[in-house]
């Protein structure tokens, strides 16, 4: 009798479990939105088949290159649109310009009195890269490039050293960071990336040995979650700001320069590098020679508008060389040719709302007057910012975008208000959160599942976060193959 009670409640749960899978696959947060959505398949469908960028920004707890890798293979082996072996390398590119060259000093940044970079050769190392993927898909016209920006060499040398190092005397030591921040290697345009020995492989074997003092699960959750990857926010939101803006800037100027023609008839197999002339192309701006998608992971969403930001004014007292002066000009009409030439951008998983709390902007000069109306004395005036917050820079957005169609499209209104932004969440991952109206610009805030759901109770906190890419609901609806699945709440 018990054993019956006990199989009646499974089937019970099952079923219920059952009911939420029959639930719509790609849930609105506006009933209706999906149907307004334009998509990667019809950029690579247009008529003059220009080629497309997908500007990859990954996002915290990133361990070595590849995490567009996701992305790469499901369009292949569940839109069926390629084979994995159709996308092609067309090679590596690193920060090499301005405070990223090899022969200068590194930044006198500090943590309590100690430099985070000792030497040319350590910052070196820390240089952020680009990798270029080139495929042609089943069914479209057009190339496709996905221009993976990797800015996780930045941040190793301050959470192996000050983070990893140290938790290995207090929570106990994590083996494989430590593998990770102990290692060196060359970069493999197709592996995981440079690496370099942050901590010593004799002082890393060392902490190996320690006997972790915190209990098994505890210890795991925070060397992953708040060592290894919250504190990724907290560099991005920091001083260290301006050092990832302006890599990604340089990064995303060597995007806009790569050509996938040139790299796919370069016959050696080398990978080498096509160069393309956009820079021909801003006195031209009748004509979409290039179209570019950003497709960013959590903190990548904020990486990637932050390059809206020009590059910090130089150092008071000191002249900017002619070199200097033109390579930040070419870099702002770098970021001006790919934003006016985007349209459409994809977050995967947002923190934009938390991240926003570190970046407050003046309110309007009517909060004077309401806090007189309570008997408040008037507020002190807010210190500026020498970076623009969330909603100016997303506006400037728009404003290159819709001078841009204005331009291509003199005739067409409608056209001018090309700008998209989708924000896709799983509700049960814990690193998400839902994307406002942002200026002028709204978003679209889409609901999915990445993983398996244990009777309402449990999902994977990894997979929810991690693999957004992998969802099928969500590839076919970022190309197309789907205007809605469903407008369930």
């Known amino acids: 009798m018990q054993t019956g009670k006990l ?5 019970v749960l099952a079923a219920l479990g059952g009911a939420g899978l029959a639930r719509a696959k790609v849930v609105e947060d506006t009933s209706g939105s999906l149907r307004t959505l334009s998509s990667i398949a019809d950029a690579l469908d247009s008529a003059d088949r220009h080629p497309v960028h997908v500007l990859y920004v990954h996002g915290i707890d990133q361990v070595g290159a590849g995490d567009s890798g996701k992305l790469r293979n499901s369009i292949c082996t569940e839109l069926k649109l390629c084979d994995v072996t159709d996308w092609k390398s067309g090679g590596v590119e690193f920060a090499d310009k301005g405070e990223f060259s090899s022969s200068v000093q590194p930044p006198t940044l500090a943590y309590l009195g100690s430099p985070v970079w000792n030497n040319p050769d350590e910052w070196h190392a820390a240089a952020p890269f680009v990798v270029h993927w080139v495929v042609h898909l089943k069914g479209h016209s057009a190339v496709l490039v996905v221009d993976e920006i990797n800015w996780w060499p930045l941040v190793l040398a301050l959470k192996c050293r000050r983070v990893v190092a140290a938790e290995a005397h207090l929570s106990g030591p994590d083996q494989h960071l430590l593998q990770v921040c102990s290692e060196q290697s060359v970069q493999d345009p197709g592996g995981l990336g440079r690496f370099y020995p942050w901590i010593p492989a004799d002082q890393a074997a060392k902490l190996a ?97 932050n390059t809206l930001n020009p590059e910090f004014a130089n150092v008071p007292g000191e002249s900017l060389s002619a070199a200097d002066a033109a390579r930040k000009t070419a870099e702002e009409n770098a970021i001006r040719y790919i934003f006016e030439r985007t349209s459409l951008v994809y977050f995967f998983a947002n923190q934009l709302e938390m991240l926003e709390i570190t970046n407050l902007e003046s309110a309007p000069d009517s ?31 728009k404003d290159y975008q819709t001078s841009f169609q204005g331009v291509l499209h003199p005739s067409d209104v409608a056209s001018r208000e090309k700008v998209q932004v989708v924000a896709w969440s799983d509700p049960s991952d814990v690193i998400t959160y839902r994307v406002p109206k942002i200026g002028d610009v709204e978003v679209v805030n889409l609901y999915v599942k990445n993983a398996t759901r244990w009777f309402g109770i449990f999902e994977s906190p990894t997979k929810a976060h991690g693999d957004y890419a992998k969802n099928i609901d969500m590839l076919r609806v970022m190309f197309g193959e789907t205007k809605i699945q469903g407008s369930a709440h």
């Not at 199989?7 to 089937?11: E, F, H, M, V, Y």
């Not at 004395?377 to 400037?396: E, G, H, I, Q």
């Open 209 to 305: 040995k320690i006997r972790p003092r915190a209990v098994l699960i505890n210890r795991t959750v925070k060397a992953g979650l708040v060592d290894w990857a919250l504190s990724d926010v907290l560099l991005a939101v920091g001083p260290m700001g301006g050092i990832l803006r302006d890599g990604l800037r340089q990064l995303m100027a060597k995007s806009a320069a790569f050509d996938p023609g040139k790299a796919e008839a370069d016959s050696s197999g080398s990978g080498g590098i096509g160069k393309y002339d956009w820079k021909a192309q801003l006195s031209r701006d009748n004509a979409l020679d290039q179209e570019f998608i950003g497709v960013t992971h959590s903190l990548g969403s904020y990486l990637l508008f």
């Open 367 to 397: 909060s004077t007057t309401a806090m007189k109306s309570r008997g408040l004395a008037p507020a002190p005036s807010v210190p500026t910012s020498p970076a623009a917050n969330f909603r100016t820079l997303v506006n400037r957005w």
């Open 7 to 11: 199989t009646c409640a499974l089937l």
